[in-house]
């Protein structure tokens, strides 16, 4: 597998990515997003192992970029996670629309970036994101309909973007598969199912487990990256 | 695929099955019992296409027995769909603890008898049945400790044996996969969700799609054989 570090420029913002590639051949190839969870980055461990099984077991490149007050986008010293999370609060809370609109753009010009690549080129595209990879990445699923599949979960009808996540959902039309965890304290499952119900999609699916927020078992990522792999297949054929 | 036609005898019960293998080769192998549903029999085509979907697939065999005023546990001409429904909810409504308790027993001797076949041996077992196969299968794994691994679904914590599944619900230990048709008319997704809440399995997953009780999308059929057949490999390995 082949790592890559890229920034993209748009107007004063620089977004800085990772991007996952098989280590040879050409594009087209399918592309898929992973959008991080609140105080993790374009580095954490889920998602790096989230982009080698795509990237290993299906030939699929995976890219990521920082949210907002994530990752690279800081300066200064690594912050404490419980820190990190505290600040995204209060920009989600004082500014959430606009750090909406900022992070879909931000994606979206990603997007165009990659797919201009030899080696990803203009092949399907997909998003993995749950928790705040779904408060950010449900409206770029929304409105990018390049995306033709998507992972989404742990995030509910609730909190200050509520009213934008709830005029967005309908708009999500591509295949969905979406997460529950059923014993969820920071994202209750009864907003959480009221969130998928919302969505758009003729094909969606309600994937629940016990458990709370943090405790997505092993096979929900095996399932989630076959499942991205059977829609996003070049070919039409789904892998086995 | 090998089809065999068996009876097993209990007491003065004849217990009509069907068993599917792969056309050569020894036991052990996994072994999928299919509980039809309401109005079907162990000749359904969703139940050769799922036991052909375990043979050919993954090289699991699978067995299917009529239920009770199904198939060929009836004399005389086929009878309507609907008078087969009715039947088996008066049934259900008289007596259904005591066909539930003779349901359990018939699985349970035909689970007996099958393994006693030098092609199916002492493998691992797994459960395969939603709406009335959740009825009388609930019970069955309940009530079965051989069984490893069990799909579940399209029933809900309601109906005449509504406290008998209440009973036995704790006592399903195996790793569960429960299906809901959130748009279900016959048990509402509601009931359902509580049901599967009661489960004692501590590894079990909720996989809820929108849609009427009868509109189960085709990839559940393939992701349920996948779950069976990861849970139930005898060398550990999980398939791809």
């Not at 509520?162 to 920071?186: H, K, M």
Request: one cysteine or more.
């Amino acid at each position: 597998m082949r790592q890559r570090r890229f920034d993209v420029r748009r107007g004063d913002r620089r977004v800085p990515g990772l991007l996952w590639t098989p280590a040879a051949g050409d594009g087209p190839r399918p592309l898929v997003l992973l959008g991080h969870g609140g105080s993790g980055s374009k580095r954490q461990d889920c998602v790096v192992a989230m982009a080698r099984r795509l990237v290993r077991g299906y030939g699929i490149a995976a890219a990521a970029i920082d949210g907002p007050v994530h990752g690279a986008r800081r300066s200064g010293p690594p912050a404490p996670p419980a820190l990190v999370l505290a600040e995204f609060a209060q920009l989600w809370a004082n500014d959430g629309d606009a750090m909406t609109d900022a992070m879909v753009g931000d994606w979206r010009a990603t997007l165009d970036a990659l797919r201009s690549l030899p080696d990803i080129g203009s092949g399907p595209v997909g998003w993995w994101g749950v928790s705040m990879g779904t408060i950010i990445g449900l409206p770029v699923v929304a409105a990018d309909d390049r995306i033709g599949a998507a992972v989404l979960g742990l995030m509910g009808l609730t909190g200050p973007t509520r009213a934008r996540i709830a005029r967005d959902s309908p708009n999500v039309r591509c295949p969905v598969l979406f997460l529950v965890q059923w014993d969820d304290r920071t994202f209750h499952h009864d907003v959480a199912v009221a969130l998928w119900e919302c969505l758009g999609s003729r094909d969606k699916r309600l994937v629940a487990h016990p458990g709370e927020h943090g405790d997505l078992p092993a096979d929900a990522f095996e399932n989630t990256a076959r499942f991205l792999a059977r829609h996003l297949a070049l070919d039409g054929e789904p892998p086995r």
